[in-house]
């Protein structure tokens, strides 16, 4: 049997694809297993601004759909909530470490008033100026490399990235800081790997499911409950980490101001088969905090 796995061309997409690779063949040893490398939208597009929800998955879910390739290896973090019809999510791998890190010239406390500090994610935007509101925040997009690249050269003093993307490139030695989750909670799935496969092809499904790892199923699936129950694609910074621990879950989660101004935190723990259901029950709790004027006022900023 021949299986095609569809990836992104960069680096660090590339090494995750091969970490799925090397499990499917250690698991099946006589399936021929290819890459096929595939630009998304994401990766044309490298302006700094309003970006599509989608814009690292969608031509691999138009590969999937047109049967180009079998398989396609995801950064959990980029799918919405939403697949489209005809495609599941077959397998979560093993979850790394799902925090940010720092790379820069002195532990975040360290750093001086004023330093710059360089993200394009407005979820580690409003926590950083909740936690430091005396430092510069600086758009940026573009690789690991290319965002080390602009710390090494005095551009930036320092850019916080995912924690897992930095121990994948082989990059640990670079981290200043892992930055704590009690006031840097991660994005929904960030530090796990998602295996998207077409709904009908049984075949497929007994290659892959082997390499589900549940208990970071059960953290991811309640995380993306709850990202779902707050809008799925919702424009304001959203955070949330699901901790299994034996038989029970507990999810934090955040959801913010597009400017920083109100940052709402809370958490639901419950049974760990119940993952879904906890995820519902904590954006319920966000609703009732106030978070539907935030997503909406969001929702009007980015129209």
């Known amino acids: 049997m021949r299986l095609v796995v569809g990836s992104r061309r960069s680096k660090l997409a ?3 694809t091969e970490s799925v690779i090397a499990r499917i ?10 890459i096929s490398k595939i630009v998304t ?29 079998d398989i396609a290896v995801h950064s959990l973090k980029d799918m919405p909530t939403e697949l489209p019809g005809g495609l599941c999510l077959l397998a979560v791998t093993e979850r790394l470490d799902s925090r940010d890190a720092l790379v820069a010239k002195a532990r975040l406390n360290e750093l001086a008033a004023g330093s710059r500090i360089g993200t394009g994610s407005p979820r580690r935007s409003v926590q950083l100026m909740g936690y430091r509101p005396d430092l510069q925040v600086r758009p940026i997009r573009g690789n690991i490399d290319t965002r080390l690249g602009k710390v090494e050269n005095g551009e930036f003093d320092g850019v916080i990235v995912a924690a897992a993307a930095m ?12 930055l704590p989750l009690e006031h840097f909670l991660p994005a929904v799935g960030q530090g796990a790997l998602a295996i998207e496969a077409r709904l009908d092809d049984g075949n497929i499904a007994n290659i892959v499911s082997p390499l589900n790892h549940i208990t970071s199923w059960q953290a991811v699936t309640t995380e993306r409950a709850f990202l779902h129950a707050l809008g ?8 949330a ?5 034996g038989n029970r879950l507990r999810l934090e989660g955040m959801v913010a101001s597009t400017g920083g101004q109100k940052i709402l935190r809370a958490a639901e723990e419950g049974s760990a088969e119940s993952a879904a259901e906890i995820g519902a029950k904590l954006a319920e709790k966000m609703f009732a905090l106030g978070a539907v004027a935030i997503i909406a006022e969001a929702r009007n900023e980015n129209r």
């Open 241 to 245: 980490l699901g901790t299994v621990n």
């Open 232 to 239: 799925g694609g919702c424009r304001a910074p959203v955070a």
């Open 41 to 69: 939208t994401g990766d044309k597009d490298q302006r700094i601004g309003k970006t599509p929800t989608a814009m690292f998955v969608t031509e691999l879910e138009y590969a999937l759909l047109e049967g180009r390739i």
């Open 25 to 34: 063949r250690e698991i099946n040893p006589d399936i021929e297993v290819s």
């Open 167 to 178: 121990l994948r490139l082989g990059l640990k030695e670079k981290i200043s800081e892992y």
């Open 14 to 16: 590339l090494l995750q």
